[in-house]
């Protein structure tokens, strides 16, 4: 049990040090020309003369494989060359990760950093990466620039873990369910007939299949929500949203519980804090503490990220629900959009590209 006492006080020191992210102003398009352009807080800049194979956009960095193949990042206004090579590589709010062959690293700071050499299945959150070692069989956590080793917890690479925007969930070679969230690892309870997982920002929600309990983690306390099982369950930042075994849709945000509606929503999405659905054909978003009716009908395209809700109204035009109001972006039908954290890129017209960040629009 050393190396476990080590892991705990060195994630004591890594999760004190890890932050969300507040806000993002970066947004990355492909201009008519075919060059490749991010938009950094305002201003536009161009990265490459030729078109990239792919990229992904976080909070603070953007990635791409430009057209050789390598694989580059944009970050603190900076351009960097990470790496000649990729697999495979994924962006969240506060991380970027790529992996080489078995090889797993993270890029911060202008810097990279192999994770493993021996890299099997991994997950990565928005300030927390979890992944087996196939060659030690470790399971191992990065966040706050360390790299917490469990060499107690003997796993195969289909070991069960799972990972929220800061939070990991894992079961132990005793078959009892740890949940990483905040600066402690919490020890929940034992896992007979199998879980079902969904975590979050400092929340996680489960069902005991043994009894069929949902339960959840939130505040370092484990609440007993339910009897029975839910019909369906999600998590977002400190948010919780389900619908119950009666089907009555109910969300848990920042320790309280919303009794939103008495039957099921013909659907609903969460990201973030933001959770959006639809009852009896009206189109809902809840955020904060407050449900706001949008629209009387339900958008043919929307996308929630961020502190955004964009969608395409009964009009064909733009919008954007930002701050408890409507916004248009365009008045007439858009080629194309792209919503990431508060910044939302939009194509119009004869192929003209826009960007909606903090209440402005701007144009190349």
Not at 68 to 93: E, F, R
Not at 286 to 307: A, C, K, M, R, T
Request: glycine residues 10%; negative net charge; contains cysteine.
């Amino acid at each position: 049990m050393r190396r476990f006492a080590q892991f705990i006080s060195i994630l004591l020191f890594a999760m004190v040090l890890t932050h969300p992210a507040i806000g993002q102003s970066l947004g990355a398009f492909t201009d008519y020309d075919k060059h490749f352009i991010v938009f950094d807080d305002g201003n536009f800049r161009q990265l490459e003369f030729q078109e990239v194979k792919s990229f992904a956009v976080g909070s603070g960095c953007v990635a791409y494989i430009n057209n050789g193949g390598y694989l580059k990042a944009y970050a603190n206004h900076i351009q960097y060359d990470v790496s000649p090579s990729v697999d495979s590589y994924t962006i969240t709010d506060n991380l970027f990760t790529f992996k080489v062959g078995s090889q797993l690293y993270v890029f911060e700071q202008g810097n990279r950093r192999m994770l493993s050499g021996f890299a099997g299945r991994f997950l990565v959150g928005d300030s927390v990466v979890a992944f087996i070692d196939t060659n030690k069989h470790y399971f191992s956590i990065y966040t706050g620039g360390h790299v917490a080793e469990l060499a107690d917890i003997i796993v195969g690479n289909d070991a069960e873990f799972w990972v929220g925007a800061n939070t990991v969930a894992f079961v132990d070679m005793h078959d009892v369910l740890r949940l990483v969230c905040g600066n402690r690892v919490h020890e929940l309870f034992n896992v007979i007939d199998g879980i079902t997982t969904r975590l979050g920002r400092n929340v996680g929600a489960f069902v005991d299949h043994s009894d069929g309990a949902f339960r959840i983690f939130y505040n370092d306390e484990l609440i007993d929500v339910e009897q029975f099982t839910p019909k369906s369950f999600k998590c977002g930042y400190e948010l919780v949203a389900f619908v119950n075994s009666m089907e009555n849709f109910r969300l848990f945000s920042n320790g309280e519980f919303y009794d939103i509606s008495g039957f099921a929503p013909d659907m609903y999405d969460v990201n973030r804090k933001m959770v959006v659905y639809s009852l009896q054909g009206q189109f809902y978003t809840f955020v904060d503490g407050e449900q706001y009716l949008i629209e009387n009908y339900v958008p043919q395209s929307y996308s929630i990220n961020g502190n955004l809700l964009t969608y395409i109204d009964q009009n064909g035009y733009l919008a954007v629900f930002e701050d408890g109001e409507k916004h248009i972006l365009s008045y007439g039908p858009v080629n194309g959009y792209t919503a990431v954290g508060d910044v939302v890129v939009f194509n119009e017209g004869l192929n003209t590209t826009k960007i909606y960040y903090n209440g402005k629009t701007y144009k190349k």
